[in-house]
């Protein structure tokens, strides 16, 4: 029975053309500036929507129930889909009436945008279970020592939540590099889309897709190496409350 693998192109695969691997690996480093970008907003509007619910006022909690309800129970595609159109359409309608003329907006800020939105409804959540994890005593008692409501944030409350907070925040990160995909149907030059022209150029469909899945799959093994890494360091000290 002939090998299959022998009838694998391979040199499609050349970092130079007519070699398709250029490519990849250039929307390959997309998909990654866009998780990354992505998922250090979404971290922000995380810290801010899990302290609004857990600390802020009545309308400021509200809101913030409606934000995490709404991007958790739409599909992502959706949002995207909303986001980058209505989004990108709404803010020329707002810069078309203060006078100023409409901008192109680059598909790489919109797709960290579109990213950040999605992941600061989780990562509120994750922070917030984190932080009531805390034990209230180590709350109470940088408050007694007279600290701020600030320094008290920085330097006990952030501090002690991480070891809850690093699970579900790891996921997220792995989420976040899958979720640029899903920006291939928006026209943004993520690993996906030139993936599949890629395929579609040269009818190897197989060897591409396989060539992306090894691709996601190498970031994957090292997001896994970088977070045992970083939760190893955050448990220093740290006592499990039995």
Do not use: H
Not at 62 to 84: H, N, Q, S
Not at 151 to 157: C, D, H, P
Not at 220 to 236: M, Q
């Amino acid at each position: 029975m002939a090998d299959p693998v022998a009838f694998i192109n391979w040199s499609l695969l050349a970092l130079e053309p007519p070699g398709w691997g250029g490519v990849l690996l250039r929307g390959f480093v997309s998909s990654i500036q866009i998780a990354i970008g992505g998922y250090a907003f979404g971290l922000l509007l995380g810290v801010g929507g899990a302290f609004g619910k857990l600390y802020g006022g009545p309308i400021l909690r509200d809101l913030m129930e409606c934000y995490t309800t709404i991007v958790r129970a739409v599909p992502e595609l959706v949002l995207i889909l909303l986001l980058y159109y209505a989004g990108t359409d709404a803010l020329n309608q707002l810069l078309s009436l203060i006078g100023v003329g409409t901008v192109d907006i680059s598909g790489l800020a919109a797709g960290i945008f579109v990213i950040g939105i999605v992941q600061g409804a989780y990562s509120t959540e994750v922070l917030r279970g984190a932080i009531k994890a805390v034990p209230a005593g180590q709350i109470e008692a940088a408050r007694a020592y007279g600290m701020s409501p600030f320094k008290v944030m920085t330097r006990v409350t952030l501090p002690a939540m991480l070891p809850y907070a690093i699970p579900g925040l790891s996921n997220l990160w792995l989420i976040a590099t899958k979720d640029t995909a899903l920006l291939a149907v928006v026209g943004f030059s993520e690993l996906t889309l030139v993936t599949r022209q890629a395929a579609g150029a040269t009818k190897s469909y197989i060897l591409f897709f396989c060539a992306a899945g090894v691709l996601y799959l190498a970031l994957t093994l090292v997001s896994d190496l970088i977070i045992k890494i970083i939760e190893r360091r955050a448990r220093r000290g740290f006592v499990e409350q039995s």
